[in-house]
């Protein structure tokens, strides 16, 4: 869950999708360009163990090397971009 008082770029609460591999309103799918931030220590770590699991738990994920190998590398540079 990514609650808008902590991250003020939505205008609601919204949450992280892996299925549609985009960040998504409780309101459902917007026509226009989701915001983006960066998360905080807290939910950054949260993330990273869902992430970890989901490596090797999610078919289209764990099947696909290159996706998986992907993941990996844009996981460890958005590590030097963490929000204090």
Request: hydrophobic share 35%; proline share 2%; net charge positive.
């Amino acid at each position: 869950m990514l609650d808008c008082k902590k991250y003020r770029c939505f205008n609601c609460d919204s949450f992280a999708c892996f299925n549609r591999k985009d960040l998504v309103s409780k309101t459902g799918l917007a026509k226009g360009l989701q915001p983006k931030d960066k998360l905080d220590r807290d939910d950054f770590k949260k993330a990273f163990k869902i992430l970890k699991t989901s490596l090797f738990v999610i078919k289209d994920i764990a099947s696909d090397p290159f996706l998986r190998g992907t993941i990996i590398f844009e996981w460890k540079q958005s590590l030097k971009n963490i929000k204090d």
